[in-house]
């Protein structure tokens, strides 16, 4: 249900014969126009920003379907995702700002927050409650501007608009075929790869260790976190003493570094998540852990040579402790820069947006919800949607791994330590410490309060 | 019309110089001015370009000088600058990233832009020796530079992909094992420089074309009738005469070369490690990625001295090149 | 200097090495285009038969929010404007300043503040330049990325043309002096037939290095000004490049530098200089 508003039972009657309208269609629901829906505030045209994407189809055939139930006009500017920060970034540094919703990544959120770029939706419409089945993302969507932390305590600023973490993708043909059940722990998943592995034709499992923007490192953080190892001691409460070089943290790097030599590609370290996807759409990966937005190539048979042989599991984790995956996700903010009528707008859209039945809505059209009900509807037990349920399992365990804006800086230093070490130039030990001493470098540079571990 | 063969070394980089070593008509310099409406066209020819320099260049790259003087922090949508004197600079120097850069950037630049320059001279001189299939060559030898940089980098991305790429699906029919291109570090620069290469070669070679064949042919004929080789008349009639345009051409080319970033960003992204990190790339990273603008604007400075410098060198080594002739 | 007229060991030779390297630089090209007509899992499993479909460019052209004709239309009008002004104002400078007796420190600085204007990265360039257009309303517009890509490629065309402008003989344009020819129709009559093939190898570099320019034309257009760089960019996105796509988006667009480089080609050819020499 429509978390009760201001405009309470008009809304519940408006919904009620909208449950009965989706199931005579959704071409009924664009029959009839905006002229039931009065209840949603008519409110000013605005402009989402989003960069194209496997996913984007199904944002853009969500929004037509807001727009059809509304009559709220809403225009979408589509650009290639090498660039959309810069775009994002030039639109809400000018005076007036082109774009109303920044649909932001997980790799600049922080920056848009801390420089005040965003506006709080609370501050815009007191009266706007984030619907309690909607996953919070490891609290990335607020923000507390004093003690500069996401933590519920601090204001909304902002609605998942895609809860994108990586997932195990496996051979579900192939464990059938060796009698093997879904990996849990890291255990069993190294075990089944290196029964599954059989160069030069199929590899136990491939994994990224390519230098870039996000890539080895995103491959690492399931690992890290799911050792109970992390990068800091505790970000809730600002604390950034750096704990990458403990023994969860060697653990979980020489784990890591003992799949790809013994069970992985030859070339892991010029791997990226393109590649790694390319390796299981063509065959040649038993295992592989990859963002949960990949699922839909998989299926395809232009794109993939494993039609429906693909299933998926929550990242594994160690045992006695749970799943961990690292958040790559897609959030809705409000620029402060445009004018108050725009503002609240884009607020009538993420109050829709996030109500359950547009989330299922949006999984129908190919989307991944990001509102937990969507994910109990009777479609998540088919065939086509198998990546559900698990991703429903990992979700509230998603581990945000920076809540700070120079995380870039951080994240090129594990970019580069990782895929030495993947390289085989550095053992893990040392290549933890080393890390580790930079990153505290950084950290204390820009005034955070840190310290060290002793090295490994 | 005059057949000394012109002195060349009179057209220096940048123009020094304007006169040609020829002898030279009663005016003195070497304009055809001389109208009473002259000052009129001096400046209608001149201020177009003039203008459009003044409004759009100045200001960005006076703008970038300042800011690298500064640190630029945003907090509630404004932002705050910072003087921090030199400390930018002082950082470069740091900079690990930076360091591998600019080694990197140095090798590309010298044998991109050497490979560039002799295949495209090389393809242009023996382009205008053939009549048959002269259209049909040109047209191919130029459509690298069609396609756009970031198809460029796509493609061969995955021509040189190690399990699926036509370069090792090739070399395993000649019984070669197939090879990490892109991944190990021995190759991986290499690779990006053939894909430049590549790429830019069209670009040397259609300007060498369009100069070869502005070329005064009777120069040629002269040097037939003395019983002049073809590598005499290579290098007494040819090159000597294109040295302007060769100049130009590598001018460019370097400047371009360091600047270089679409093979990089979609082939290698900087690794494997740091071996295929250049420049440009580390700029972009730490201006764009990292939001470091102060310091970012700092090191497009330094990349545009050293670019200055090395123009320069090659300036002079030229010109000591071309005196005793 | 043609060597090939008769079936000389010389011109085998000749032909035999042009083809080689013909070889090299077309098969990939070759087979962009080729990949344009592919689904993405032969591509990516590197099958050499396939049999063709066209969906690529379907997905491309006609889905509900394909704006690649509007992206190719931009582009044609970006880069022929663009190209147009760019050769225009470089020819002309380039000749006032070897011609016209300006002071060399004049022409000693505008050069080399061009050569260092070059040397600028494009993305800084680009931000600033946002920046500035803003408040005049000319961010995402084509009058916007016009005048971006002709200052852009100014420096290359002022140095190249000097090159050429230069080429023309001193003798000949004060012959046409003496002879009473105003500046326009000396430029117009004399000059112009002389640089033609510089001018023609400078109008198809700058037309295509304006077609192919990403950074600034991402900066400042939006969805209804977006060129074709921008439009292909799209298909490298976060975690998969929609290859097939891409090559079909890359087919399509070198048509039009592929027509002006055939059409253009004409004017690089020798001898248009020896009469007018003679």
């Known amino acids: 249900m429509r978390e009760s508003s201001i405009t309470g039972r008009v809304t519940r009657s408006g919904i009620s014969r909208r449950r009965v309208l989706a199931g005579a269609g959704a071409a009924a629901i664009g029959a009839l126009g905006n002229v039931r829906f009065a209840a949603a505030a008519k409110v000013a045209p605005i402009t989402i920003v989003i960069n194209q994407s496997p996913w984007f189809e199904s944002f853009r055939k969500t929004v037509e379907l807001y727009e059809k139930e509304t009559g709220n006009k809403v225009e979408l500017d589509v650009n290639p995702f090498a660039g959309s920060l810069e775009k994002q970034r030039n639109s809400v540094r000018a005076a007036k700002g082109q774009y109303d919703l920044l649909i932001m990544n997980g790799g600049w959120f922080a920056e848009m927050y801390f420089g005040g770029f965003v506006e709080a939706i609370s501050d815009i419409d007191p009266s706007f409650k984030l619907d309690p089945d909607v996953y919070t993302l490891g609290d990335t969507v607020f923000f507390d501007p004093v003690k500069k932390v996401m933590t519920p305590q601090g204001k909304l600023m902002s609605v998942p608009i895609g809860p994108l973490i990586p997932l195990l993708y496996y051979r579900g043909d192939l464990y059938k075929e060796a009698g093997l059940k879904a990996p849990e722990t890291f255990a069993e998943l190294e075990a089944n790869a290196r029964k599954l592995h059989k160069p030069p034709g199929r590899y136990g499992i491939v994994q990224r260790g390519a230098r870039g923007p996000a890539t080895v490192s995103f491959d690492f953080y399931p690992y890290l976190y799911g050792n109970g190892g992390g990068i800091f001691k505790n970000q809730a409460a600002a604390d950034y003493t750096v704990t990458l070089n403990n023994e969860a943290g060697r653990t979980a790097l020489e784990y890591y570094l003992r799949l790809a030599k013994e069970v992985g590609h030859p070339q892991t370290a010029s791997l990226d998540q393109a590649d790694v996807i390319q390796n299981m759409l063509t065959g040649k990966a038993a295992h592989i852990s990859a963002v949960i937005a990949a699922w839909s190539p998989m299926d395809d048979p232009d794109k993939s040579a494993v039609v429906d042989k693909v299933e998926f599991a929550p990242t594994p984790h160690a045992a006695g402790l749970t799943t961990a995956s690292g958040l790559g996700h897609w959030l809705g903010g409000i620029a402060r820069n445009i004018p108050d009528d725009r503002k609240r707008g884009a607020v009538e859209f993420l109050r829709w947006f996030q109500t359950k039945d547009a989330q299922i809505a949006s999984a129908k059209l190919g989307g991944i919800p990001v509102n937990a009900a969507a994910y109990r509807d009777p479609i998540s037990q088919e065939r086509k949607f198998r990546w559900m349920k698990p991703l429903a399992d990992s979700l509230p365990h998603a581990v945000n791994v920076y809540q700070f804006p120079e995380a870039s800086e951080v994240i090129a230093i594990l970019e580069l330590g990782l895929n030495q070490a993947v390289a085989g130039n550095t053992a893990a030990a040392p290549a933890l410490n080393s890390m580790a001493d930079q990153i505290h470098g950084v950290m204390a540079k820009y005034g955070y309060a840190t310290g060290k571990l002793p090295p490994l | 019309m005059s057949s000394a063969a012109p002195d060349a070394s009179a057209q220096t980089l940048p123009a020094a110089n304007l006169r040609r070593a020829r002898p030279k008509p009663a005016g003195g310099a070497d304009v055809s001015s001389g109208g009473p409406d002259d000052w009129l066209w001096r400046w209608v020819t001149f201020s177009p370009a003039l203008l459009m320099m003044l409004l759009l260049s100045v200001l960005p790259l006076v703008n970038l000088f300042l800011t690298s003087f500064y640190n630029v922090t945003w907090t509630g949508g404004q932002p705050t600058w910072t003087p921090v004197g030199v400390d930018n600079y002082n950082e470069l120097v740091h900079d690990e990233l930076l360091r591998a850069g600019l080694f990197n950037t140095l090798v590309f630049a010298i044998f991109a832009v050497g490979g560039q320059m002799l295949f495209g001279f090389v393809l242009a001189l023996l382009c205008c020796r053939v009549t048959r299939g002269r259209i049909l060559y040109r047209t191919i030898f130029i459509l690298p530079i069609l396609v756009p940089g970031i198809v460029v980098g796509a493609i061969w991305k995955l021509l040189l992909n190690f399990d699926f790429g036509l370069v090792n699906q090739l070399i395993g029919l000649i019984g070669f094992e197939p090879m990490n291109w892109l991944g190990a570090k021995a190759t991986a620069l290499a690779s990006v420089i053939f894909v430049d290469v590549w790429h830019w070669t069209p670009f040397c070679f259609l300007l060498f074309l369009a100069g070869l064949e502005s070329l005064p042919q009777d120069v040629y004929e002269a040097g037939k009738i003395d019983g002049a080789t073809i590598w005499q008349e290579l290098r007494y009639i040819t090159l000597p005469m294109m040295l302007p345009t060769i100049m130009v051409t590598f001018a460019f080319r370097l400047v371009t070369a360091f600047k270089v970033f679409d093979e990089v960003y979609l082939l290698t992204g900087g690794g494997p490690g740091t071996s295929t990190e250049v420049l440009s790339f580390t700029l972009y990273q730490r201006f764009f990625r990292q939001d470091r603008t102060g310091y970012g604007a700092s090191m497009s400075m330094f990349i545009i001295f050293l670019v200055c410098i090395l123009l320069v060198m090659a300036l002079s080594a030229r010109k000591r090149v071309s005196a005793p002739a | ?278």
């Open chain 3, 1 to 278: 200097m043609r060597d090939d007229s008769k079936l000389t060991l010389q011109a085998v030779v000749l032909h035999a090495i042009l083809i080689a390297a013909a070889v090299i630089v077309v098969v990939p090209v070759l087979w962009v285009m080729t990949a344009a007509f592919r689904t993405q899992i032969s591509l990516l499993t590197g099958a050499f038969w396939f049999t063709p479909v066209l969906k690529s460019f379907y997905d491309l052209l006609f889905t509900k929010t394909s704006e690649f004709l509007v992206n190719y239309r931009n582009s044609l009008v970006v880069g022929i404007a663009s190209t147009a002004i760019c050769l225009v104002t470089a020819t002309l400078a380039a000749w006032s300043l070897h011609r016209m007796a300006w002071p060399k420190w004049v022409i000693h600085i505008f050069l080399g503040w061009a050569m260092v204007f070059h040397m600028f990265p494009s993305l800084a360039l680009a931000s600033a330049w946002y920046t500035m257009m803003r408040p005049v309303g000319l961010d995402n517009t084509l009058t916007g990325v016009v005048l971006a890509h002709a200052v852009l490629n100014l420096p290359m065309a002022l140095w190249l043309m000097g090159v050429f402008v230069r080429d023309v003989p001193v003798e000949l344009e004060e012959a046409a002096r003496i002879d009473g020819a105003t500046t326009p129709t000396l430029l117009w009559r004399i000059v112009l037939p002389i640089i033609a093939p510089g001018l023609a190898a400078t109008g198809i570099l700058t037309f295509v290095f304006s077609w192919n320019e990403f950074a600034v034309a991402l900066t400042l257009t939006s969805k209804q000004t977006a060129t074709v760089p921008v439009a292909i960019a799209k298909f490298a996105q976060e975690y998969e490049i929609l290859y097939t796509q891409m090559a079909a988006a890359a087919a399509l667009s070198i048509l039009p530098a592929l027509v002006l480089l055939i059409i253009g080609q004409r004017y690089i050819v020798a001898g248009l200089t020896q009469g007018a020499v003679k």
